[in-house]
């Protein structure tokens, strides 16, 4: 199923890895605020797009396994894209059903939650796919859905960077060393 697919897998997982250790530092820049609303909106923000970096590593890694066949490549890849389904579908139901937060911009629920949602569902798609015999087809889609999933979650990382900049400083905290 990932034969041939080893620099794209090495390059996409290696990015992912990557932004995962610099949001660890940008998490260090919440320091200082509620608690309470620094928790919610972490798990409503920063949490989904953790995980969907998380994902595109382990299906990254998953693909250097060597061996797998294609049936249990495509049941891993499935329900990975299932976890992203749920995350997203969380991330709507905050944002446009509870209205969790209710100065949320209007680009958060498109891009946190509908683009990542849509995204999510392509991968799940694109790995049933492989049950079909179609995997030709299903490497190209699973390909394309990991790098959706990666530019949304580096839209959705730059702007919780830019996002938690701004806050911090206006309210008098001096911006991170660099």
Do not use: Q
Not at 21 to 47: C, E, K, N, P, Q
Not at 70 to 83: F, N
């Amino acid at each position: 199923m990932f034969e041939h697919w080893d620099s794209f897998y090495l390059l996409v997982g290696g990015a992912a890895g990557a932004l995962i250790g610099l949001l660890f530092i940008v998490a260090t820049l919440t320091r200082g605020r509620d608690r309470d609303s620094a928790l919610h909106g972490a798990s409503v923000y920063m949490s989904p797009v953790v995980l969907h970096l998380a994902l595109v590593l382990s299906i990254s890694a998953l693909a250097a396994v060597p061996g797998i066949s294609p049936r249990t490549g495509g049941l891993l890849v499935g329900a990975a894209g299932l976890v992203g389904v749920v995350a997203s579908a969380r991330v709507v139901y905050h944002l446009a059903i509870a209205k969790t937060f209710a100065g949320a911009h209007w680009t958060d629920l498109w891009c946190y939650g509908v683009a990542a949602l849509a995204a999510d569902l392509a991968l799940t798609t694109a790995a049933s796919a492989v049950w079909w015999g179609t995997t030709r087809i299903a490497d190209l889609a699973i390909g394309a859905s990991l790098v959706g999933i990666l530019l949304i979650t580096i839209r959705n990382a730059w702007d919780l960077v830019t996002w938690i900049s701004a806050v911090n400083n206006a309210e008098g905290t001096p911006p991170a060393a660099g």
